[in-house]
């Protein structure tokens, strides 16, 4: 049994800056592949960030130059620094490990965005 425990959302002013962080405990190997994941209300989730063994990193074109995703693998968390935040940035963010061969989600954070 794994548990991921996301923490960091909030509001913020557009141009402002949020580091989520998502804490992985129970049953785990390894935290990668890492990712993090959003959905807007009335959109479907989509792919924000995606990290594997700290090599391979993909960005969704809406989030690049501004998103960074990392990890502590002694903490077993990961993290998705934002900066130059924008209104279309507003979801829920959810992060995504895979571990023993099945994938985890966290319970989701709220980001809200104002113009």
């Known amino acids: 049994q794994v548990q991921l425990v996301e923490a960091g959302g909030g509001l913020v002013q557009a141009g402002g800056s949020l580091r989520l962080s998502c804490t992985a405990s129970g049953n785990i190997f390894s935290i990668n592949p890492m990712g993090w994941y959003r959905q807007a209300p009335g959109k479907q989730r989509e792919l924000v960030a995606h990290n594997t063994s700290g090599v391979t990193t993909m960005y969704a074109d809406s989030v690049k130059g501004r998103f960074t995703i990392s990890g502590d693998t002694v903490k077993n968390t990961v993290y998705l620094q934002m900066n130059s935040l924008k209104p279309e940035d507003t979801a829920v963010y959810y992060c995504?490990?895979?571990?023993?061969?099945?994938?985890?989600w966290g319970q989701g954070t709220q980001v809200t965005v104002s113009s």
């Open positions: 995504s490990i895979v571990t023993r061969g099945l994938t985890y």
